[in-house]
């Protein structure tokens, strides 16, 4: 088979895993309609745990999927599910006090956890772009610039730039600001500033004020000086003052984070930036083909660089976010060693990710492709974001590709 008729084999799988595996799981599985949005829980048996709590995470990340889904498929039932997820959001998880999102819900749809993770915020502000450019609804709109507004008020730091991660109910400071358990307790991250950057870069698209633009500039600049480091890998865990914490390679957040930030040159259009952005996007996916593909074709999911030890599991969002890196590369240079890695990649995913039985894709699998059955397939994290957008992004990304045509 040809590099071309590669490319359209790999379009026509991922339109069909989109639509049938994904979009149409999620509508006939994760649906409350006992309590109202979202069920918090689907087991790998595809049931509902109907008490689970409803966390603003998997939220936003469904009105995100539904919307991106809806406009890129011309899908009127994908827009109704976007509505259900705006509404619920709207409804349940804002604080009409104090501004923001709440973190968590009961099932019932009442607070559970208030606090301000800026995360979660980010998600919000992403969530909301997509679904104004669906239904071009003023009111979500205006609901994503006040959580930008919020965030630049309370989490942007004036004194040692960057984001501050938490905050309580009413913006006041935490002790305890982790995303989850398994985190460092630390006053910035990587991980919040890349959503933080993926979020201003799509309210930029939708809202092209100049102080979006700054921030987004400044966000840029941030992890040009501290998260993306010297061996092209990015840093994980700082102080506010900016001390590293860590000495942690996440493979998954390396590649996501390559096209993510040449993305957002895009947007802003500056042209020494996106110059800059794809030389550095390139550097950083050499580097992850150098060290992050296991011998099965899958991507690993980590490395601590100090004790030398390796997480060889193969997580569904890591395979997801690699595939768009690989495809980004081959867009910027043109050389077909990209593709041809994206190509093997997708060929584990198909073989060894996503569940061809019961639909959705499997959270992970072990280090021989054998996926951990206990595994949830909807929950606080386990989300129809990461594969949704790969199928956008590889997709559209193909289309405009005049290389090889």
């Known amino acids: 088979m040809s590099l071309s008729q590669d490319k359209e084999s790999l379009k026509g799988s991922l339109s069909a895993i989109l639509r049938n595996n994904i979009l149409d799981y999620w509508a006939q599985y994760a649906i409350d309609n006992k309590h109202g949005g979202f069920a918090g829980y689907v087991g790998p048996d595809n049931k509902a745990n109907e008490k689970a709590g409803k966390g603003i995470v998997l ?5 995100w999927a539904f919307s991106a889904g809806s406009l890129f498929l011309k899908d009127a039932g994908y827009a109704e599910i976007a509505d259900r997820a705006y509404s ?3 409804d349940r998880f804002f604080d009409n006090k104090n501004g923001g999102v709440y973190w968590e819900l009961d099932y019932r749809g009442q607070p559970l956890s208030t606090k301000k993770q800026v995360y979660a915020q980010a998600f919000a502000i992403y969530a909301l772009s997509e679904y104004y450019r669906l239904r071009g609804k003023s009111e979500a709109l205006e609901k994503a610039k006040g959580i930008y507004h919020l965030l630049e008020k309370h989490s942007y730091d004036r004194r040692y730039g960057g984001y501050i991660e938490a905050f309580s109910e009413n913006w006041d400071d935490l002790e305890d600001v982790r995303l989850s358990e398994k985190d460092r307790n630390s006053r910035k991250t990587m991980n919040t500033h890349l959503h933080v950057l993926e979020a201003y870069t799509s309210l930029y698209r ?8 700054d921030s987004l500039k400044r966000l840029i600049n941030v992890f040009n000086d501290y998260f993306v480091n010297n061996k092209n890998h990015l840093n994980l865990f700082f102080s506010e003052d900016w001390r590293l914490t860590d000495n942690i390679i996440s493979f998954g957040h390396d590649i996501e984070f390559s096209w993510l930030f040449t993305e957002a040159a895009e947007v802003l259009k500056d042209q020494s930036l996106i110059k800059r952005a794809r030389g550095m996007a390139l550097n950083m996916v050499d580097t992850f083909i150098n060290e992050a593909f296991d011998s099965n074709g899958g991507i690993i999911n980590e490395r601590n660089v100090d ?3 390796v997480d060889y ?5 890591v395979q997801a976010e ?3 890196g690989l495809v ?5 240079s043109s050389d077909e060693a990209y593709l041809d890695r994206a190509l093997k990649l997708w060929n584990f995913i198909d073989s060894f990710i996503i569940d061809h039985e019961h639909g959705e894709w499997f959270s992970k699998v072990d280090s021989k492709g054998v996926p951990y059955s206990e595994d949830e397939k909807a929950g606080f994290w386990k989300c129809p974001y990461h594969n949704t957008r790969t199928c956008i992004e590889v997709i559209n990304r193909l289309t405009d590709l005049k290389t090889g045509q």
């Open 307 to 309: 004790t030398g030890h």
């Open 328 to 332: 980004n590369a081959y867009q910027i």
């Open 59 to 63: 939220n936003t990340r469904i009105l």
């Open 322 to 324: 690699a595939l768009v």
């Open 313 to 317: 599991d193969k997580h569904w969002w």
């Open 206 to 213: 939708v809202w092209t004020e100049k102080i979006v633009g």
């Open 88 to 90: 619920y959001i709207s």
